[in-house]
């Protein structure tokens, strides 16, 4: 079984957890729920447990960069 590329480079996941992704944009849980809560971040729920999608991560990041510039 192949996957097909997400453009997001080789072995990246397409989402993590809400701790990981607190750690990648260096805030606290707190922030990262008001960031899923407004649709600034795309998440979904597997389970119990609640995935973030990791290129709406990419996209804040650089929506933010813009907005600097």
Do not use: W
Not at 29 to 44: F, H, K, P, V
Request: aromatic content about 8%; overall charge neutral; charged content about 20%.
């Amino acid at each position: 079984m192949s996957i097909q590329s997400t453009g997001l480079g080789d072995g990246e996941p397409l989402a993590v957890s809400p701790r990981y992704a607190a750690f990648l944009l260096d805030c606290g849980i707190t922030r990262l729920y008001e960031l899923i809560n407004s649709g600034e971040l795309a998440s979904y729920k597997d389970g119990a447990a609640r995935k973030i999608v990791l290129a709406s991560i990419h996209d804040y990041v650089a929506r933010k960069l813009a907005q600097a510039a």
